[in-house]
């Protein structure tokens, strides 16, 4: 476990100018401090005095160094140095948005005061931010940071399907739009089999959530079919499942919207990452303590909106709306 290196106090800063008042060696100094001698070198170089009109003030004093040492400090603590920021940051977050996402649309929109995602973090777990409590505003709400991790489920899967490594390459490589991820998100069991199909675009990021009565899998491709039948046919090319049973029929997508179907391997869902990323962002919202059978399709589609409104570091903090709309705009355009 790495050692802990407080930082020099100001008692300790008055006796480094009385000792250095005295004549006493830097060294003899950092021995009765119990401190490095580079620490006393290092504090007496970036916070002595100088007054080039008065050189005879020039020196090491304790009221000033431990002054310059704060003004520093509060160069990395804009959120408690400008209230108007942490509360703006807080509103974003309130609003689903991560510390990363907030940070990018700052840059993007020239802000004269910007903060980086790192900032943020750091003064929610700091101990102004664990004061207020910041940290439930973040999207994992944790009291500490640790690694992420996942859980895998254990369930039934179809093996007569398309193979994920057929995939065309321009697929694959996110450079042709109209390519979607499909997964279902699943809630406690005593809330019975209502669940929820969440679809994301590959290139714009762009979701849309749908409600299903159970995990059969007729119904839900149909919901499918009925969800992306308005878009052109170039903007609904293929659609990406992982091997679950609720994907078995997925031979009607062909029929019914011109769709190819492609599965991850067995096992292996972070091949849908895409979806995989958005189901993580969907349960701010729908935690499997959700009672999925108050869910209206109103409180999906706004919840599709907050997303969809959120900027991604992905797409140069464009929101997926944005990218998406463009995108349609582009296809149709080459159609006309």
Not at 28 to 45: C, H, Q
Not at 148 to 159: A, D, E, N, P, V
Not at 194 to 213: D, G, K, P, W
Request: net charge positive; hydrophobic share 30%.
């Amino acid at each position: 476990m790495g050692s802990c290196y407080p930082h020099l106090s100001l008692d300790e800063r008055r006796r480094i100018a009385e000792w250095l008042e005295a004549k006493m060696p830097i060294a003899e100094i950092a021995d009765r401090l119990g401190r490095d001698a580079s620490t006393i070198y290092r504090d007496i170089k970036r916070n002595r005095y100088t007054d080039k009109e008065i050189p005879e003030l020039n020196g090491y004093h304790a009221l000033v160094a431990q002054d310059k040492y704060e003004q520093r400090r509060a160069v990395h603590r804009k959120m408690v140095v400008h209230p108007k920021l942490k509360a703006a940051i807080e509103d974003r977050l309130k609003e689903g948005w991560s510390p990363e996402q907030i940070a990018g649309r700052m840059r993007l929109e020239r802000h004269p005061i910007r903060v980086s995602h790192e900032t943020i973090y750091r003064f929610a777990y700091s101990k102004d931010g664990r004061a207020e409590q910041f940290y439930r505003h973040l999207p994992e709400h944790r009291k500490r940071r640790r690694p992420r991790g996942y859980r895998r489920h254990q369930r039934g899967h179809i093996f007569d399907t398309q193979s994920l490594s057929y995939r065309p390459e321009n697929v694959a490589k996110r450079t042709e739009f109209g390519h979607w991820e499909c997964d279902l998100m699943m809630f406690r069991r005593e809330h019975g089999k209502v669940n929820v199909t969440s679809l994301v675009e590959r290139v714009s990021r762009y979701a849309v959530v749908m409600r299903n009565e159970d995990r059969t899998s007729k119904p839900i491709m149909e919901a499918l079919i009925n969800g992306l039948a308005p878009l052109p046919a170039d903007a609904r090319q293929s659609i990406t499942f992982d091997r679950g049973t609720e994907f078995s029929a997925w031979k009607s997508l062909k029929d019914g919207i011109g769709a190819d179907a492609w599965f991850c391997d067995p096992q292996a869902p972070y091949q849908k990452g895409t979806v995989e990323n958005t189901n993580n962002r969907l349960r701010r919202y729908l935690p499997r303590s959700t009672e999925p059978t108050a869910l209206t399709n109103r409180y999906l589609r706004s919840i599709c909106h907050r997303l969809n409104s959120t900027p991604r570091k992905c797409l140069g903090y464009r929101t997926p709306l944005e990218v998406f709309e463009s995108e349609l705009m582009e296809l149709r355009n080459r159609l006309e």
